[in-house]
């Protein structure tokens, strides 16, 4: 192997090296909650408020 | 531009146009919004019992509160029809958080559960809307399967009084197979609201084939007593047919009796059977002394011997928000 593949092979070797180090260091970082923004509209049909004193038909 | 959302562990990235797993967190323009916020689907008043919490001012009424979606597929899930729908073939009420707080003091309850889906997705919502109710003195309760990161998660505990949070499994396997999701998140986040000092209860569906061999029900029980404490109330619940879990039966009383035996072999001191009529299954009783504290048929309180939260037989302090 001459020098220059040599040197060449050791700088993609560190390269490899640095950008596992920072997928993993990505990883690891806690990351920053950012709160979803309440959006204008509702996507579906509204319907009017009924008697809400019944028990629900819904689990929980 | 996508866009990330860093609420649950799904952290989905979003393409403009679209929605995250839970279809209700949608990349507007390169913007994360919440579609659900204000709008929720439905609105009723339940026995504080059927979320269920058995140690949370028993026999009181709650105002219980849900929007459509949920970031979690369970094939067995009981409210599927909401909790897979998509908000835009979906019917809601407009009722912005303050609305649902006057709502909760005109009605005379003196707390609001966040629940029937999972509040996790409609997160912003429930944030707001618990902020405002600490506010007017109105208990916070959560209904949830504790699929949720951990920074958002301590945010919120701050504003909650009480939660139900469901244990489905005790391996990773099963989450991924039944829930679309995992395990581990699960367990940091029961760990993390025991931790923050509010009252929390566990709930475990045991479903026939998947979950119900004594070893597994050992293993969560002995998990929850080693990681959250032997006072920490658990409900065995029942399940039924639902969803795409139609093939399988439902569970017998047989099971349920025995995951609570094998419960309170391991040393918890509170095991409740839900879903299902139990003689003794529903009542609560005295881990020291074993006498009768609170007998329950269905969501209804026949006697409450509780004297400021003790035993009045042997003194013993009952965990629980008993007032």
């Not at chain 2, 269905?298 to 409450?304: A, E, R, T």
Request: aromatic share 8%; hydrophobic share 35%; net charge positive.
């Amino acid at each position: 192997m001459t020098r220059r593949k040599f040197i060449k092979k050791l700088i993609n070797t560190g390269v490899m090296v640095m950008a596992g180090a920072w997928c993993l260091a990505k990883k690891t970082i806690p990351r920053k909650f950012i709160r979803a923004v309440k959006s204008d509209s509702f996507p579906g049909s509204l319907k009017p408020l009924r008697d809400i004193k019944c028990e629900s038909k819904w689990s929980g | 531009m996508k866009v990330q959302c860093e609420l649950c562990p799904k952290i989905c990235l979003i393409a403009p146009g679209q929605s995250g797993e839970c279809r209700v967190r949608v990349n507007i323009d390169g913007v994360l919004r919440t579609v659900v916020y204000g709008y929720p689907c439905s609105i009723h008043i339940d026995p504080i019992e059927k979320k269920p919490l058995f140690h949370f001012l028993p026999g009181s009424k709650i105002l219980s509160v849900a929007t459509v979606g949920c970031n979690l597929h369970c094939k067995n899930c009981q409210n599927w029809e909401i909790s897979q729908a998509n908000p835009e073939e979906s019917q809601a009420f407009a009722c912005p958080p303050q609305e649902l707080v006057k709502l909760t003091n005109q009605n005379h309850c003196p707390s609001l559960a966040y629940t029937y889906t999972d509040p996790i997705v409609y997160y912003e919502y429930t944030y707001d809307t618990a902020k405002l109710a600490r506010q007017a003195d109105i208990r916070n309760v959560l209904v949830t399967a504790g699929y949720i990161n951990e920074e958002p998660w301590k945010q919120l505990l701050k504003y909650v009084d009480a939660a139900n949070i469901d244990l489905k499994g005790i391996t990773d396997d099963f989450y991924r197979r039944v829930c679309s999701g995992t395990l581990k998140p699960v367990q940091n986040a029961l760990v993390l609201a025991k931790g923050s000092g509010i009252l929390v209860e566990v709930t475990n569906l045991i479903i026939p084939t998947l979950n119900d061999k004594p070893e597994q029900i050992g293993r969560l029980v002995r998990w929850i007593k080693a990681n959250m404490g032997s006072d920490t109330p658990l409900h065995f619940s029942g399940f039924y047919p639902r969803y795409k879990m139609q093939h399988l039966p439902p569970t017998s009383q047989k099971t349920l009796e025995l995951a609570r035996q094998i419960g309170m072999g391991e040393g918890l001191e509170y095991v409740y059977i839900g879903n299902l009529f139990s003689k003794e299954g529903e009542n609560t009783y005295c881990p020291s002394c074993k006498s009768l504290l609170i007998e329950r048929v269905g969501y209804s309180i026949l006697k409450n011997r509780l004297k400021d939260g003790n035993c009045p037989d042997c003194g013993k302090e009952i965990n629980g928000v008993w007032k």
